[in-house]
């Protein structure tokens, strides 16, 4: 598609489930990133992939949080034993990495999750 | 941690130019400057990105300082529509840390 897409837009959820959001990135884009939002917070970083390499996974806050991304194209987050600060925005962003240059991302419009 | 500073919050009148800086002061020699905004309840836009010289686009006007340690992102003529959380940040390759921004209020 033309820009990155995320599903579900929305997601209400019980304390203890577990969630899965899907990241479909811009075509071709080798780069992809996962951040969260919390009400009122900045971004904080998640996760990186690129390409075929080992992902960057040093802001995933718990071993709670993991991501895959196969094919190197779609990436799904998933979030176990859902916890209340768990809540959050959680944004996906592509990008096509020119290592000679600039790196623009392009983000989606975010996955909604809200844990009871 | 951001390695830019941005002030927490601005207004500027509709119509008139917003000029809203950021300090980069440990700035590489190969780290591009991007700045990015958010508005209410969407994933952050990009708006422009500069290495040395100042650029142009259809959204804004980036200027960079000679010793690169400061810039300044100009918005021309500014409506209701840009206001937004506006992030200034420093990087070269992938790793993008988003720091606070700054808030424009954009007022009629």
């Known amino acids: 598609g033309a820009g990155v897409s995320q599903s579900p837009s929305n997601k209400v959820t019980e304390k203890g489930k577990d969630v899965e959001l899907r990241c479909d990135p811009i075509s071709g884009h080798t780069a992809l990133y996962w951040y969260r939002q919390s009400l009122g917070q900045g971004l904080e970083f998640l996760i990186y992939f690129q390409g075929n390499s080992a992902p960057d996974k040093s802001g995933l806050p718990s071993d709670r949080f993991s991501a895959e991304r196969t094919g190197g194209s779609v990436s799904t987050l998933t979030i176990q034993r859902t916890q209340q600060e768990d809540s959050a925005v959680y944004l996906c962003?592509?990008?096509?990495?020119?290592?000679?240059?600039?790196?623009?991302?392009?983000f989606g419009a975010g996955s909604r999750l809200t844990v009871l | 941690d951001a390695k830019t500073t941005q002030p927490p919050s601005m207004d500027c009148a509709e119509g008139r130019a917003a000029n809203l800086p950021c300090n980069h002061s440990t700035i590489s020699g190969n780290e591009y400057v991007y700045w990015y905004r958010q508005i209410h309840s969407q994933g952050p836009q990009y708006i422009i990105h500069?290495?040395?010289n100042n650029e142009t686009n259809e959204m804004a006007s980036l200027i960079i300082t000679e010793d690169r340690k400061s810039s300044t992102l100009i918005l021309p003529h500014a409506t209701l529509r840009d206001t937004a959380v506006y992030y200034c940040i420093v990087t070269y390759g992938q790793n993008f840390v988003f720091g606070p921004g700054t808030r424009l209020s954009v007022l009629p």
């Open positions: 500069g290495l040395k």
């Open positions: 962003a592509s990008s096509l990495i020119r290592y000679s240059g600039a790196n623009v991302l392009t």
